[in-house]
């Protein structure tokens, strides 16, 4: 299982860099990966998904990375901004039967300008 | 833009009460689900609803929790006898279609349970 803490896993950069933000996730029967980015006081917001048959998807700024093989999700996000700074999670769907998103634990990007 | 509306935005009840979340989903979205954060952690499912019944719920969502749909705008989640463990971050969300794309979060109630 997967372990929790009070503390989010944290990634510091500097405005124009680029980011990647990774997942691992634990159920290999996954149908579906989604990145949500939660802005503070606000709930998540879907960014960008993948199927499970996919390696690579992208988006506008941003390109999500699956590697089934060690079961690892990454997200990319190019030329970094002050308002990219977000706490990022990735869910799985589709294990089990169920459509419903299950979240990660979350990783907080920091962007410095 | 639509936004799902949630209220109160900070509700603080004692250990024992009752509290009711509110959520007015967008109109013409049809699924409704409940999360909830505990803080500095991951956003956990509770239940979804549609069709006036629950269709799909979580281990957390207990017999302590229940949902309800009053109207034809509100989506409630109501916590029969609140426990220090129930302090968390509370999200509504809907969408248009069943399955995981096309959810619309509101900003959340954060319950503080004294």
């Known amino acids: 299982g997967e372990s929790v803490g009070l503390h989010l896993p944290t990634l510091s950069v500097q405005e124009g860099d680029n980011s990647i933000i990774n997942c691992a996730y634990s159920n290999s029967a996954s149908d579906y990966f989604i990145w949500y980015k939660q802005e503070s006081g606000k709930g998540p917001q879907f960014i960008i998904d993948?199927?499970?048959?996919?390696d690579k998807r992208q988006g506008q700024r941003v390109t999500v990375l699956l590697n089934k093989t060690v079961k690892h999700l990454s997200l990319q996000i190019a030329a970094t901004q002050p308002g990219d700074s977000a706490v990022y999670f990735c869910a799985e769907v589709g294990s089990g039967g169920s459509y419903i998103p299950t979240f990660g634990r979350g990783t907080s990007l920091i962007v410095h300008p | 833009e639509p936004e799902v509306t949630q209220t109160p935005s900070h509700q603080v009840t004692q250990m024992g009460q009752e509290v009711i979340l509110r959520c007015v989903p967008i109109s013409n979205h049809l699924y409704f689900y409940w999360y909830r954060q505990i803080l500095g952690q991951k956003v956990e499912f509770l239940v979804s609803f549609y069709n006036n019944e629950i269709s799909e719920k979580s281990e957390i969502f207990d017999d302590q929790f229940s949902v309800e749909r009053p109207d034809g705008s509100n989506f409630t989640l109501k916590i029969r006898s609140t426990k220090l463990e129930d302090s968390a971050m509370y999200f509504c969300?809907?969408?248009?279609?069943?399955?995981?794309?096309?959810?619309?979060f509101g900003s959340g109630t954060r319950l503080t349970v004294v």
């Open positions: 969300a809907s969408s248009v279609e069943a399955g995981p794309f096309g959810y619309t």
């Open positions: 993948i199927r499970s048959n996919m």
